[in-house]
């Protein structure tokens, strides 16, 4: 349905999960992905797959820590030589662990915001001369926590609200670079490693999908086919969005569920 062929897309955190999931749409769209992520191993893999899912492309991987600035400028460096510009930037690196905050050491939250959110800065910052490039769009992966206060992700809930707020802030400022920015904010999507951290077990997932509006939990697919819309000229006039992939969990089910799972997770 949507066509990337010879487009650049750039994944970061792209090596599993939501962001993998996007990595190999695109490149079944036809794109020439580059994937960041900090493991060499996992990295490899990830490549492996998209080579297999579109060989037309040399698909490529690079390895940095989206916290530390000098890193980052390295990698870009690295990717400017490799793609020279960027059609698509998809900002995907999170942490997360679950910790009340009482009990959450100074450093552990300053980690999840350096991740999250410092990180997404260093990112669209150093990506912003490769886009201007061309136009190029940038999504932001968010989390349901940046509307929604949840016990033990007082971390991630002031993260993900100031990833949101980079991405009205950018769409603002870059808008007349003809830049769009927008953010998903996935629900709860099976088999990533988000998900099952925050519901370690099948019933707390089913749980979870029962509080689904429409039933069931999200597949990475889900959120691939919005990150194709968000990149594509049907969405031209799209920037500064905030948009919930979720079968309707942000609703109102999800306080409930994540209070649910707060509570056993002290059992
Ligand atoms: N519970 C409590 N504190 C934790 C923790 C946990 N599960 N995991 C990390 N921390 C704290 C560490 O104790 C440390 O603080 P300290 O110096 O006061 O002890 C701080 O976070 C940094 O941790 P560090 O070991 O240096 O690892 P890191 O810098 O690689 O941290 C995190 C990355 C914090 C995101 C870590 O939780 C992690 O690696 N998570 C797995 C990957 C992940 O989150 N994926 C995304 C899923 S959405």
């Not at 991740?115 to 800065?121: E, H, P, V």
């Not at 603002?172 to 830049?179: T, V």
Request: charged residues 15%.
């Amino acid at each position: 349905m949507f066509d990337y062929h010879n487009k650049h897309v750039l994944v970061i955190g792209g090596t599993s999960g939501i962001n993998l999931g996007i990595a190999t749409a695109f490149a079944q769209a036809g794109a020439r992905v580059v994937v960041v992520g900090r493991n060499h191993d996992k990295i490899n893999e990830a490549v492996e797959h998209l080579q297999q899912t579109n060989p037309n492309h040399q698909h490529l991987g690079v390895s940095f820590d989206v916290r530390n600035l000098e890193d980052v400028k390295a990698g870009f460096s690295q990717i400017a030589a490799m793609l020279g510009h960027i059609d698509v930037l998809i900002s995907g690196a999170a942490g997360n662990f679950p910790a009340l905050a009482e009990s959450m050491s100074e450093n552990g939250f300053k980690a999840v915001m350096d991740i999250d959110l410092l990180g997404s800065f260093h990112v669209l910052k150093q990506a912003l001369p490769l886009l201007q490039l061309v136009k190029g769009n940038i999504i932001q992966i968010s989390a349901p926590q940046a509307n929604i206060a949840m016990a033990m992700q007082a971390h991630v809930c002031a993260a993900k609200a100031g990833v949101d707020m980079l991405t009205k802030s950018l769409a603002l400022e870059w808008g007349s670079k003809g830049i769009r920015v927008n953010s998903i904010i996935p629900g709860p999507i099976a088999n990533t490693e988000g998900f099952n951290r925050l519901a370690p077990t099948a019933e707390l997932q089913q749980e979870v999908a029962a509080s689904v509006p429409l039933q069931r939990n999200g597949d990475t697919k889900d959120i691939a086919n919005m990150a194709l819309f968000l990149a594509s000229p049907l969405a031209s006039y799209v920037t500064g969005a905030i948009i919930p992939v979720d079968g309707g969990w942000s609703l109102g089910g999800v306080s409930t569920a994540m209070a649910l799972l707060a509570q056993k997770s002290q059992q």
